[in-house]
């Protein structure tokens, strides 16, 4: 019997020939994440009583979800973590303002195929895209972790997602993992590795398959795995910061699940609120009165994102009473994005451009919502209360649904606005 | 053996209403984290929870950010442990190294109701509720150790301590 990616690389770290599902293995993760909450995770660690990290070269620090700090709570918090990553002699460390950890990543080489990599996010399964088993843990773990270097790990069962057929512009990957965490619901893949794979998968950009793993913790699952190809690689190269060796499923690997999904037939997809699983048609959201329209977060702020909404908005203003945040997700983006003219589409359309960072996904600052206020958003969750005020509303969506809505003012199908017709 | 009175809640019980995201970047000590437990979800439910109270949820409880708060607000709100059909992998961690007991009672958990007292038996796996009991799978042997330590950083501190 063969075994999936997940079974893999975990037997790979565990140093056995094979594991089989729901076994436990106790294994060395390649690299770990901490971000904002290194200042809280540096304080368990003290508690250990430990002086040294066991392996602080494994360590990538990235500053991200509270930049510039707004509060100085906030600033403490970054100091702690400078004074910390000195002391602990932390040289993978990214200070405020180099970008989103789920892009950092990628784009220092970190996330690399059949690396396994903890993070102390949940959308630590971001890497699976560039095919790393990837997982977010809690901040003790993380503290553990950087006393011992060691986690102990469930071997996951596997869903196998095959998506045939091609997204019909303007329709993206952010459209399609809507569409599955509708029907699956939020812990349809719960504890469960998912494998993308299919003409759909293989055809989409690094960024487009990027969103699919990120929002796999949506649907509940541990990791969620693109297989790594010539385009992986070639984004890897000049990048990886180690060597690495791609693993894949092997063929007759034993799936608890097989999902079939038809990309051409797909139309663009909206979560409504206060759950990510509560997805229709973005017709049948038509006409929704919007307050904010965020584009952004560590889901949907990449160049090809910000490329597409400017396509949609060039030449137009927000509709009255819209204000719209676009936020980077890294310097590296941002840069190409201004190279390429796309800024001035969002500055003359009325747009405030604001830094690489988590900016207003999880409420802590940069533009959180009043009361009755509805938001259409490019970011992963839009649970109650979350963009601030719990009587607000987030409705979440692809760059295009979010820009062509905040032209109109309203939630429109943008393949519509973009023909021209409904505004 | 424990006893206690029942908070009750649906499915897909996310972080962001046990503890939302505005305060997860401020430090604040357990009791206060405490006061803002499922703030969003229930606003009687600090106010009113006594040491010792259950709660018991749906399926997937704690489902959404990794953020420990949400296990550690729980915790020092007194409660003694969740009982849920399922609880995200992440939350479920949390909860094992904040040293707080899950209980997943793959069943379901529609037969209890909110006020109700139920005793839940560890070393037998069984939950009782209303003359009737209720299996529930025991803990790997890992995550039951790091459970009987209190918690992961105990847990680790005393296999740092033996090496």
């Not at chain 1, 975990?10 to 390649?30: H, M, N, R, Y």
């Not at chain 1, 060039?314 to 190409?336: C, T």
């Not at chain 2, 972080?15 to 604040?28: C, E, L, R, S, W």
């Not at chain 2, 909860?95 to 069943?107: C, F, K, Q, T, W």
């Given at each position: 019997?063969?075994?999936?990616?997940?079974?893999?690389?975990?037997?790979?770290?565990?140093?056995?020939?094979?594991?089989?599902?729901?076994?436990?293995?106790?294994?060395?993760?390649?690299?770990?994440?901490?971000?904002?909450?290194?200042?809280?995770?540096?304080?368990?660690?003290?508690?250990?009583?430990?002086?040294?990290?066991?392996?602080?070269?494994?360590?990538?620090?990235?500053?991200?979800?509270t930049v510039p700090?707004s509060?100085?709570?906030?600033?403490?918090?970054?100091?702690?973590?400078?004074?910390?990553?000195?002391?602990?002699?932390?040289?993978?460390?990214?200070?405020?303002?180099?970008?989103i950890?789920?892009?950092?990543?990628?784009?220092?080489?970190?996330?690399?195929?059949?690396?396994?990599?903890?993070?102390?996010?949940?959308?630590?399964?971001?890497?699976?895209?560039?095919?790393?088993?990837?997982?977010?843990?809690?901040?003790?773990?993380?503290?553990?972790?950087?006393?011992?270097?060691?986690?102990?790990?469930?071997?996951?069962?596997?869903?196998?997602?095959?998506?045939?057929?091609?997204?019909?512009?303007?329709?993206?990957?952010k459209?399609?993992?809507?569409?599955?965490?509708?029907?699956?619901?939020?812990?349809?893949?719960?504890?469960?590795?998912?494998?993308?794979?299919?003409?759909?998968?293989?055809?989409?950009?690094?960024?487009?398959?990027?969103?699919?793993?990120?929002?796999?913790?949506?649907?509940?699952?541990?990791?969620?795995?693109?297989?790594?190809?010539?385009?992986?690689?070639?984004?890897?190269?000049?990048?990886?910061?180690?060597?690495?060796?791609?693993?894949?499923?092997?063929?007759?690997?034993?799936?608890?699940?097989?999902?079939?999904?038809?990309?051409?037939?797909?139309?663009?997809?909206v979560a409504k609120p206060h759950?990510?699983?509560?997805?229709?048609?973005v017709?049948?959201v038509a006409g929704t009165k919007i307050h904010q329209a965020l584009l952004g977060t560590?889901t949907n702020g990449?160049?090809?994102d910000l490329r597409l909404a400017a396509q949609i908005m060039k030449g137009k203003i927000l509709a009255k009473g819209v204000r719209m945040l676009v936020l980077p997700a890294?310097?590296?983006v941002l840069?190409?994005a201004?190279?390429?003219?796309i800024y001035e589409t969002f500055v003359a359309a009325g747009a405030l451009v604001l830094n690489p960072g988590c900016g207003p996904c999880l409420g802590a600052h940069q533009g959180v919502l009043a009361a009755g206020e509805v938001c259409i958003s490019t970011a992963n969750r839009n649970f109650k209360g979350r963009m601030g005020s719990a009587e607000a509303q987030t409705y979440l969506a692809s760059p295009a649904t979010v820009a062509a809505s905040a032209i109109a003012g309203e939630i429109v199908?943008p393949?519509?606005a973009?023909?021209?017709?409904?505004r | 053996?424990?006893?206690?009175?029942?908070?009750?809640?649906?499915?897909?019980?996310?972080?962001?209403?046990?503890?939302?995201g505005k305060?997860?970047?401020?430090?604040?000590?357990?009791?206060?984290?405490?006061?803002?437990?499922?703030?969003?979800?229930?606003?009687?439910?600090?106010?009113?929870?006594?040491?010792?109270?259950?709660?018991?949820?749906?399926?997937?409880?704690?489902?959404?950010?990794?953020?420990?708060?949400?296990?550690?607000?729980?915790?020092?709100?007194?409660?003694?442990?969740?009982?849920?059909?399922?609880?995200?992998?992440?939350?479920?961690?949390?909860?094992?190294?904040?040293?707080?007991?899950?209980?997943?009672?793959?069943?379901?958990?529609?037969?209890?109701?909110?006020?109700?007292?139920?005793?839940?038996?560890?070393?037998?796996?069984?939950?009782?509720?209303?003359?009737?009991?209720?299996?529930?799978?025991?803990?790997?042997?890992?995550?039951?150790?790091?459970?009987?330590?209190?918690?992961?950083?105990?847990?680790?501190?005393?296999?740092?301590?033996?090496?």
């Amino acid at each position: 019997m063969g075994m999936t990616f997940a079974q893999k690389v975990l037997a790979k770290k565990a140093g056995l020939k094979t594991v089989a599902v729901g076994q436990i293995v106790d294994v060395e993760p390649d690299f770990f994440l901490s971000h904002d909450n290194t200042a809280a995770i540096a304080k368990t660690f003290a508690k250990l009583g430990v002086e040294k990290m066991k392996n602080p070269e494994r360590s990538v620090v990235v500053l991200d979800h509270t930049v510039p700090a707004s509060t100085e709570e906030y600033a403490l918090g970054h100091k702690e973590i400078r004074e910390f990553v000195r002391k602990q002699g932390i040289t993978h460390f990214y200070d405020v303002g180099v970008g989103i950890c789920h892009q950092v990543l990628p784009e220092k080489g970190f996330a690399l195929p059949g690396f396994l990599i903890v993070g102390s996010d949940s959308h630590t399964t971001s890497y699976g895209a560039l095919g790393a088993l990837a997982a977010g843990v809690g901040r003790s773990e993380m503290a553990a972790l950087f006393a011992t270097s060691r986690i102990w790990l469930k071997t996951p069962a596997t869903f196998k997602v095959e998506v045939k057929g091609k997204l019909a512009d303007p329709v993206t990957s952010k459209d399609l993992v809507l569409r599955i965490i509708g029907d699956l619901g939020a812990d349809g893949a719960l504890y469960r590795s998912v494998e993308f794979t299919g003409e759909a998968v293989s055809a989409m950009s690094l960024a487009s398959r990027l969103v699919l793993s990120n929002m796999s913790v949506e649907m509940g699952a541990k990791n969620g795995y693109c297989a790594p190809d010539e385009k992986t690689f070639a984004f890897l190269e000049g990048r990886a910061v180690a060597p690495y060796a791609a693993v894949y499923p092997d063929p007759d690997a034993e799936y608890e699940r097989v999902l079939a999904y038809d990309a051409s037939s797909l139309v663009p997809q909206v979560a409504k609120p206060h759950t990510v699983d509560n997805v229709v048609s973005v017709t049948e959201v038509a006409g929704t009165k919007i307050h904010q329209a965020l584009l952004g977060t560590c889901t949907n702020g990449r160049l090809e994102d910000l490329r597409l909404a400017a396509q949609i908005m060039k030449g137009k203003i927000l509709a009255k009473g819209v204000r719209m945040l676009v936020l980077p997700a890294s310097q590296e983006v941002l840069l190409a994005a201004l190279s390429e003219g796309i800024y001035e589409t969002f500055v003359a359309a009325g747009a405030l451009v604001l830094n690489p960072g988590c900016g207003p996904c999880l409420g802590a600052h940069q533009g959180v919502l009043a009361a009755g206020e509805v938001c259409i958003s490019t970011a992963n969750r839009n649970f109650k209360g979350r963009m601030g005020s719990a009587e607000a509303q987030t409705y979440l969506a692809s760059p295009a649904t979010v820009a062509a809505s905040a032209i109109a003012g309203e939630i429109v199908d943008p393949g519509l606005a973009m023909k021209g017709g409904r505004r | 053996m424990i006893e206690g009175r029942v908070w009750k809640y649906g499915d897909d019980v996310n972080t962001d209403v046990i503890f939302a995201g505005k305060y997860t970047y401020k430090p604040m000590t357990p009791q206060e984290m405490a006061q803002h437990a499922l703030e969003d979800l229930d606003p009687d439910f600090a106010r009113e929870v006594k040491p010792g109270d259950i709660i018991v949820a749906g399926a997937n409880f704690g489902c959404g950010s990794s953020r420990e708060q949400a296990a550690t607000c729980v915790k020092a709100s007194g409660v003694a442990a969740v009982v849920a059909v399922t609880f995200s992998r992440l939350f479920f961690r949390n909860a094992i190294n904040e040293g707080l007991p899950v209980v997943e009672l793959a069943g379901g958990t529609d037969m209890i109701q909110k006020g109700d007292t139920v005793q839940i038996d560890f070393e037998k796996g069984l939950v009782y509720h209303k003359g009737k009991s209720y299996p529930f799978p025991a803990l790997p042997k890992e995550v039951l150790a790091i459970l009987n330590d209190g918690g992961l950083i105990p847990h680790v501190k005393k296999q740092l301590a033996k090496a």
